[in-house]
């Protein structure tokens, strides 16, 4: 469960292998999810500087609602598990590069 709070240098990979659609998704990839975006805020990430304020607050309501749901569901629905990877990317939107932005 340690390993999963940690957010090693590849964590883009990680977060796009949680967001992918044919990933199943569990609690320790939502926490994980969550802890990236935790850190990268208050890492105070270049990248959170190229976000608009709407953008942030969009982002910050997205993790309020993914962590909301990790508290009162568990384990998840097909439906709500594909919600909850929803909210989890627009909780990271910004945050990282996915592959598809490179090529």
């Not at 097909?78 to 996915?98: I, N, P, T």
């Amino acid at each position: 469960m340690q390993q999963a709070r940690s957010i090693p240098p590849s964590g883009n990979d990680r977060l796009e292998r949680i967001l992918s659609p044919d990933h199943p998704l569990c609690k320790e990839d939502v926490v994980w999810v969550l802890e990236f975006v935790k850190k990268k805020v208050a890492d105070a990430d270049p990248r959170i500087l190229d976000l608009t304020q709407p953008r942030l607050l969009k982002n910050f309501q997205y993790f309020a609602e993914a962590a909301t749901l990790l508290l009162h569901r568990v384990p998840f629905a097909a439906q709500e598990a594909d919600h909850l990877k929803v909210c989890l990317r627009e909780a990271a939107y910004g945050l990282y590069v996915s592959r598809m932005d490179k090529n």
